[in-house]
């Protein structure tokens, strides 16, 4: 009887994590996206523009749902596959670093405005949505942020955004390209580092 | 503003090729140096006026000026929603002008949102883009910034098309061409701290971003997927 106990309880358990991880994509940015501005316009030290504190709420809430090796790899198309694999590391690592700042820099202009999410058009078998989300601000035509995502074994993860029909991972691709053609994939890495750097004697400055 | 255009033409004229080789920006040369002088103009008169802008004005003024000028530009919007046979969204925009213009005060009050009739981005640019041509080379402008052969000329029908140009008092309208062009830089103030942030190359970065927007813009924010690599193509939404 015990034992039935037991084996239900972890039955239950497990039934919880797995509707954890396989929540809806839609729901997922909803959530982490709320709770986020939430946070924000509460906490007072972010408020009175604590980029440290705001990088490590960003880190703790935001990062668990992307996948940057994926957005890495996309970012370098091509050259990815001659990359090995600790220089995919590396370039992973510093691409993140340098996300998470240009995240923070975006969430530091937020002021109150309102999200509007998009229904989910997607079948129940998909496994790589676009999630529709909307910046309203009064006066202006909305913004709109799309955030492509695939379903992985650790849940949905996000591997590219789009903002005003810019994609991000897109956009770098250029650069990384002219970068990795110019001084080669190492010094694509150098580069990465340097900005990385500079942003943050830049920030400690603000 | 015109003789600006007419210096940018006069320089790809002149045309110099580059060797880093986008396709896209066989100007390259010429256009890094227009972009050079745009930052320096940027860095020493617009941002600072812009900034002091935002400083002394509160957010419920410059929403106000901000209509003021989404207004004027409806009819045109309008008129090139017709032009790309998007004709409920055409009427739609003269709709806001005149609810707008009429009940929200000359525009100062966007009532027509409430109402439902949903602002539009568009110019001749786009239109141009709907038809089928193509960007043409990268162009960038003195003053206006990153655009094309083909954008460049809807942004001179553009101003040729502009209700400030109706303006008799060339004082009063180059006042109202100013406080315009500093209520836009202001809105993209935290836009461009973010560019100089996340970009390597701020140049590339930005002539990356610019064929991206506007071809979503062409597109109305549907623009149908571009061959990523291996992915196979799929449908949007």
């Known amino acids: 009887m015990k034992n039935a106990i037991a084996v239900l309880a972890s039955l239950l358990l497990a039934c919880s994590a797995l509707a954890q991880d396989t929540a809806t994509p839609d729901a997922l940015v909803k959530n982490v996206t709320l709770e986020v501005v939430e946070i924000i316009s509460k906490d007072k030290e972010i408020k ?11 880190e703790e809430k935001v990062l668990p749902h992307f996948n940057f090796a994926s957005m890495a790899a996309l970012a370098m198309g091509q050259n ?16 993140k670093t340098l996300l998470v700042r240009t995240y923070a820099s975006a969430l530091s202009a937020y002021s109150e405005q309102k999200f509007e999410f998009r229904p989910l058009r997607a079948k129940p078998t998909d496994t790589d949505v676009t999630v529709q989300v909307r910046v309203l601000q009064p ?3 909305p913004v709109p942020i799309d955030y492509s995502m695939e379903k992985t074994a650790a849940g949905w993860k996000v591997y590219d955004v789009m903002v005003g029909g810019v994609s991000l991972v897109v956009n770098y691709r250029t650069e990384f390209s ?9 010094g694509l890495i150098r580069e990465l580092q340097g900005k990385n750097k500079s942003l943050e004697a830049g920030g400690a400055k603000k | 503003m015109r003789r600006g255009l007419a210096l940018g033409l006069a320089l790809l004229a002149a045309g110099c090729a580059s060797a880093n080789g986008d396709p896209r920006d066989p100007f390259e040369g010429m256009n890094r140096g227009v972009y050079r002088f745009n930052e320096t103009l940027d860095e020493f008169v617009a941002r600072p006026v812009a900034r002091t802008y935002r400083e002394l004005l509160h957010n419920e003024i410059r929403m106000r000026v901000r209509n003021f000028f989404s207004n004027l530009a409806d009819p045109f919007i309008g008129v090139n929603n017709m ?4 004709f409920a969204d055409g009427a739609s925009d003269w709709a806001r002008f005149a609810f707008n213009s009429t009940l929200g005060l000359l525009g100062v009050h966007d009532v027509a949102s409430d109402m439902g009739y949903d602002k539009h981005n568009e110019d001749f640019g786009q239109t141009f883009g709907r038809w089928g041509v193509g960007f043409g080379p990268y162009l960038v402008l003195p003053l206006f910034g990153p655009s094309s052969v ?9 101003w040729y098309t502009d209700p400030l140009g109706l303006v008799d008092s060339n004082r009063v309208r180059y006042t109202l061409v100013g ?14 701290q973010l560019l100089e942030e996340a970009a390597l190359d701020r140049y590339v970065f930005l002539r ?10 062409i597109y109305d924010g549907r623009p149908p997927r571009e061959d990523v690599n291996d992915t196979p193509d799929k449908p949007v939404n």
Do not use: H, M, P
């Open chain 1, 48 to 58: 009175a523009g604590s980029r440290s504190k705001l990088i490590q709420l960003i």
């Open chain 1, 139 to 141: 006066g202006t035509q």
């Open chain 2, 208 to 217: 990356d971003a610019y064929f991206q927007r506007r071809r979503s813009l």
């Open chain 1, 178 to 186: 002219n970068s990795v053609r110019n001084t080669g994939i190492d």
């Open chain 1, 80 to 95: 990815w596959n001659k990359a090995n694999s600790e220089q995919k590391k590396a370039v992973t690592e510093e691409f």
């Open chain 2, 179 to 192: 406080v315009r062009l500093t209520q836009q830089r202001a809105d993209l103030l935290d836009a461009s």
């Open chain 2, 83 to 86: 032009l790309q046979g998007k």
């Open chain 2, 150 to 158: 083909r954008d460049g000329t809807g942004t001179a029908v553009d």
